[in-house]
């Protein structure tokens, strides 16, 4: 039904012939590979990302295996990353936390955009009570610090990985709904999407054909450091205990299963998984800045 | 002032009401019977059901929350199973040791912040500009329980410069007397040097730790508000008129450029109050933030959701002032 809808529509935005298409895909190619900090983000992200995928293939030994007689072990030949308490390697544990981190920050983010753009939406293109409802209630989740709403909300579903994501999604499901709503009502009023309404193409069509699209810039910014915020915030509540359970590696739990040998000198438990930790923020980070600049030049970040 | 005063307060019930319905509603998709959770598994069923009762479960979703609502005004936040008191008794002994590191922690970030990002500003594309980005990057990125650790590492178990984690004052020495909470400012007040040197050393890891974030974005936001401000034409006119440059930055811009920054310093209150529950955690600080993973570990939600609102309520309160001394420094805004 919404198919025919959009065919018969005689589309007024003039569409980019496919060279035109091609041409400005190599220059936002070009724009990302001069940006350097950009570069730098996303070269940590496919390191970590690609690292991530080739754990079990990589990985020294099982991030589980315990082995007494080698415990606590600084980093040496055998170990590089040393051992931990139950003389497990710490650096196979550092490869199999960035699935977890990277894995958690996927699904948070893919919850936190699958609710809040369609909200945000839908809150500005049809406005009135629905509208200002919707709007009002993302006020009021941003009214809670995130930390300590996502802790609130991991503890009462119960602690454990899956909590975990659901927590920080929703902490993240404002900032979409916003962003998605700012963008809604300036394009709303543009032309195409008048000519298009006029006609009866059906307003979930004009939302995601039409609308959904042309937004899409901003959403990735977003996205991007979005995955920085859930990383963060998703190894906070397993280093609070509100995690991932044991024996799994998270780079959180592993920090805070390390916390006790730190005064006693063992440093190699706590500053292999930060540096994850650290390492892969700053990517999402960096590219998230950096796509910001490319895309959308009105919001360039204090350079 | 005073009508723009009341106008914001009115707008803030609303919202202050859906805080405590949220907190509220978390509360009750708690998986497992509460009554059953604190009688224990093996509890007869008369028992459980008494509690039940005792605790209102068994009446409608409505009548629940209108209990909430009035133990609310009566500054009654539930009990903590976990050490046996009431939640408003054990916040009220330990709210003051984390207002102390906050308010320390805002005025370190405060202090390092601004300053760097006048610099930066006024001298862009400088040494000193490259090193604060790079400073506010990676102070973006480092998750403050890894910084925290590697801090008692480097400064306690390395260089032994800091005493041990544990605490705001040594162990043999007494508290000051009672009178703010406050360990420095009451030390201060009643001339008790040791106590007060105890105490900033305590003090002092931890709030550096737990301002790292604040500090950087704060510094960002100094460095592009001072760039905006120092591109107008007032700048321009006070410099032509021969205003020596020391005062045109600090009178005439830094003034101007401090409004947006204020503005990200409530934001960041926020931020604070969550990593305060880490901070605490780290260095075993006798707060609130502490005693929040205390009750996690503990299972005992009440003290959680308590946090929770008081946090949500302070943070609206806070941006509410924030708002309101934007009010009184820009006139303008009042009359929007």
């Avoid at chain 1, 080739?54 to 606590?72: C, F, G, N, R």
């Avoid at chain 2, 006119?237 to 003034?255: D, M, P, Q, W, Y």
Wanted: aromatic letters at 10%.
């Amino acid at each position: 039904m919404s198919e025919t809808a959009t065919t018969l529509v005689p589309n007024p935005v003039p569409q980019p012939s496919a060279r035109a298409d091609l041409r400005k895909r190599q220059t936002f190619a070009r724009l990302l590979l001069k940006n350097r900090l950009a570069v730098l983000g996303l070269s940590f992200i496919v390191i970590w990302t690609l690292l991530a995928v080739i754990a079990p293939w990589v990985s020294p030994y099982e991030p589980t295996l315990t082995d007494t007689a080698s415990k606590l072990q600084s980093p040496n030949a055998a170990h590089w990353f040393g051992t931990d308490n139950f003389g497990r390697d710490v650096l196979s544990r550092v490869l199999y936390g960035a699935r977890i981190s990277i894995w958690t920050g996927l699904i948070a983010v893919a919850i936190s955009l699958c609710i809040g753009v369609p909200l945000g939406g839908i809150a500005a293109y049809y406005g009135g009570r629905l509208g200002s409802v919707i709007m009002r209630l993302m006020d009021i989740l941003l009214a809670f610090p995130s930390l300590v709403l996502s802790m609130a909300i991991a503890a009462s579903i119960g602690a454990g990985l899956t909590s975990a994501m659901i927590a920080v999604g929703i902490v993240g499901i404002p900032e979409f709904a916003r962003l998605m709503y700012g963008q809604t009502i300036s394009l709303k009023e543009k032309e195409y999407i008048e000519a298009s309404r006029a006609i009866g193409v059906k307003d979930n069509v004009i939302l995601f054909r039409h609308i959904l699209p042309n937004a899409l810039a901003p959403l990735l910014v977003q996205a991007t450091l979005g995955m920085g915020f859930a990383i963060l915030t998703a190894s906070s509540l397993s280093f609070l205990g509100l995690g991932v359970k044991p024996p799994i590696a998270e780079w959180g739990a592993m920090i805070s299963e390390g916390r006790e040998y730190i005064i006693s000198g063992q440093w190699w438990l706590v500053t292999f998984p930060g540096l994850g930790i650290a390492t892969s923020i700053l990517g999402f980070n960096l590219l998230g800045d950096g796509l910001r600049d490319i895309l959308d030049p009105r919001l360039r970040s204090g350079k | 002032m005073f009508g723009y005063t009341v106008k914001r307060l009115g707008q803030m019930i609303p919202s202050l009401l859906g805080i405590v319905v949220i907190t509220f509603i978390l509360s009750r998709v708690l998986p497992g019977d509460p009554a059953v959770m604190m009688a224990g598994e093996q509890a007869d069923d008369s028992v459980i059901e008494n509690i039940r009762r005792d605790m209102g479960l068994d009446q409608p979703l409505y009548m629940q929350f209108f209990a909430y609502v009035v133990k609310l005004f009566q500054g009654d936040l539930g009990m903590a199973y976990h050490t046996g008191h009431t939640v408003t008794a054990d916040f009220a002994n330990r709210f003051p040791a984390t207002i102390e590191l906050t308010l320390f922690s805002i005025l370190i970030a405060v202090l390092v912040a601004i300053p760097v990002g006048i610099v930066a500003a006024t001298r862009k594309e400088s040494i000193a500009d490259h090193i604060s980005r790079v400073f506010s990057l990676i102070g973006a990125c480092v998750p403050i329980f890894w910084l925290g650790l590697m801090f008692i590492y480097i400064f306690y178990s390395i260089l032994g410069w800091s005493p041990a984690p544990m605490g705001r004052i040594s162990g043999d020495l007494n508290p000051p007397t009672n009178l703010t909470g406050l360990y420095l400012v009451d030390s201060l007040l009643t001339g008790d040097f040791a106590a007060f040197r105890s105490s900033l050393s305590h003090l002092i890891l931890p709030a550096i730790c737990l301002s790292t974030g604040t500090m950087a974005i704060v510094a960002r936001m100094m460095r592009s508000s001072m760039l905006e401000v120092i591109g107008q034409d007032f700048i321009r006119t006070a410099r032509a008129k021969g205003i020596h440059e020391f005062l045109v930055i600090s009178r005439h811009a830094l003034v101007n450029a401090l409004i947006p920054t204020l503005t990200v310093l409530g934001l960041q209150f926020g931020y604070l109050l969550g990593g305060a529950v880490i901070t605490e955690t780290i260095f075993s600080w006798p707060g609130v933030g502490g005693y929040v993973t205390d009750s996690i570990l503990a299972a005992d939600y009440a003290p959680i959701q308590a946090f929770t609102l008081v946090s949500a309520l302070l943070y609206s309160l806070i941006n509410l002032l924030v708002d309101l001394i934007y009010g009184w420094i820009d006139p303008r805004i009042r009359y929007e």
